[in-house]
């Protein structure tokens, strides 16, 4: 299995900033892309941005040139640097990876448990 596990998450003041990150651990084969998603109250999840392994990003409209995701593939670590933050930012935040367990060696998604931002003044 592959667990993911998020930190960073909090309360900022409007057009303040903060930095999630995410870290793969366990039974790892490969890392493909990974990505941040977010779900505010009574909205469905949505896509943030995504992160391919060679390092091709895809952002949502609503944060292009706000936010920026990387990654460190030699810490199987993936960041989301958010700034101007707004409150429509508000939500929870998961992070997702496409991964191959070396178990068994299917491919699949996996998420974290997510963690909580909170835009307001």
């Known amino acids: 299995q592959v667990q993911l596990v998020e930190s960073g998450g909090g309360l900022v003041q409007p057009g303040g900033s903060l930095r999630l990150s995410c870290a793969a651990s366990?039974?790892?084969?490969?890392?493909?892309?990974m990505g941040w998603y977010r779900q505010a109250p009574g909205k469905q999840r949505e896509l943030v941005a995504d992160?391919?392994?060679?390092?091709?990003?895809d952002y949502a409209d609503s944060v292009k040139g706000r936010f920026t995701i990387s990654r460190d593939n030699a810490k199987n670590t993936v960041y989301l640097q958010m700034n101007s933050l707004k409150p429509d930012d508000t939500a929870v935040y998961y992070c997702?990876?496409?991964?191959?367990?070396?178990?068994?060696?299917?491919?699949?998604?996996?998420w974290g448990q997510g963690t909580q931002v909170t835009v307001s003044s």
């Open positions: 992160i391919s392994s060679g390092g091709t990003t």
């Open positions: 366990g039974s790892i084969f490969r890392l493909n892309a």
């Open positions: 997702n990876a496409d991964a191959i367990d070396s178990g068994s060696y299917r491919r699949r998604d996996y």
